[in-house]
């Protein structure tokens, strides 16, 4: 609603030279008329306030552009993540875990490019992340915090899969959620060795985790400074 | 698995679906009235009987065939390790092994069921273990009394399962079907990774848990010639037309991260071929 505010006293702003005229007829028609519009702004806006706010980054999930920059929203997300992890690992970390965390900093960088620029111009533009609830010296903060992202990433591209209209696109979404799945299983048995598909995360009919959009970003934005706002969801 | 979701995402492609489903046609009045009888093991099946009555008889063959496909290779994966775990004793170490393999084993099952109930009755006949040959006929002769032997087909398969239902998701588009099979997907994603691990644990060094680019550059990482079918087209490093080596000048990203980063998808053809070794 703050956004909505600014827009409001933009619009009043522009509107000035209305409330200066003189009050004829048809100025105070036209006041009027902007009253009305702001009114209905507002009340749009308590509706949807979403769809009115101009900062931040916009998912439209109305074709398969939404959801590909979903995907490449979140694969920003894991890539600064596991950067960070491979600049600096945690004094923990023993070689072979050095070695794993810098391959999959380098899948997320992949798959972070890949959407860039199979988005091109239609891609949202780069996100501001918060990992200040993550300890990136203490090994278990850091495994911790890599399977949350893991686990959410998989059921993000599970649940996000049926809305894509694109076979190509199906296939790549498909051809990655595998690869962050079997990083997930890694990560999970780092901690604590056979719990890569335990109940946590695999029902009792056999099935992983499958999330919609609001669920992930709702699970993520702990860790994303940017506003993202969703329509057409 | 939330029947809320499932709906909503049939609703996508199926405006009328809630028309369907309505509970005063006659049809979905038994479902309803099961109402909190309904338990968490018995839900394969309600799910599958109202789909059934939903459609009636016009559940796409497509769609039934993609089902009973999976349904084979999770029989396939089912009675393998059901095998090795009831009635090849002392193969699989006690402790965590023997852990991991059971836990996989009950997936396995699950997926079995879950497959049986979506199906009803256009299920595929049932496959018992005898119907299979898990030697490969004779490709892995002591796949039953040598661990490591065991460890090899095992995470063959699983990296073939994930293939393979990688190569029929286009046919399930924008269904609610869709999701229950990346749900699966995903699933023996996880088991394929902690495979790698065990294997790599006995003897395969370096084996990572994602497929990595083979020695040489090619597709097959596992060094094991046998199931070199399972692994073509692994070192691939273009992705929708996009060149994933140093993508956007970013030197990191090798050939080998190229291949790891994005799994590969088999065709039913060369899922079937593979499967065939192993069916009587």
Redesign the interface.
Known sequence: MENLNEKVQNTLSMEGSILDAKLERRSFLQYAGAGAAIVALTAAGCKKDKVMIPTGVTLDFKDDFGVLNYAYALEQLEAAFYIKVASAPPSGFSTAERN?FN?I???E???R??F???LGPAAIGGLEVDFSSINFTDRASVLGAAKAFEDLG?AA???A?????T??????A?????????????VR?LIA??S???SE??????????F?PDMVLSAASKYIKTKINVINL | ?NIV?ILE?IE?VDGEIYERLNPRRAAMKDFFNMGKKIT??A??LALGSVFKKAYGQSTPTQINDVLNFALTLEYLEYHFYNHAVVAAPGLIPTG?PI??IT??R??????V??LKGALGAAARTPLAYSDFDFTGKGTFPDVYTNYLTFLKVATAFEDTG?RA??GQ??VL????V???A?????????????LR?MLAANGATGL???ISLGAGGVSNDTGIAAVDPIYVRENTSM??G?N?VG??G?A???AA??A??????LTKAEVLAIASLFIK
């Open positions: 794993y391959d900093q380098y899948h960088v992949a798959h490019e890949f860039k620029n199979a998989v591209y599970n649940g899969g049926v809305r894509l209209k076979d190509a696109y199906i296939v790549i498909g051809q990655i959620v595998s690869v962050e799945a079997r990083h997930a299983a890694y048995d060795n056979g890569f598909a335990n995360v695999v029902d009792a009919n056999g099935l992983d985790k499958a919609t | 698995m979701n995402e996508k968490l093991a839900m394969p965590a852990g991991a836990t996989i009950d997936h396995e099952l699950a997926h069921n879950l994930v239902y990688k998701a286009t588009k924008g269904n609610a869709l999701t229950t990346l749900q699966i997907h995903s699933v023996e994603a996880r088991h394929a990774s902690h691990q990572k848990p994602w992705q929708a996009v994933i993508i956007n970013n990191g990203v090798t991260i190229a790891e980063s994005f799994d590969e998808a």
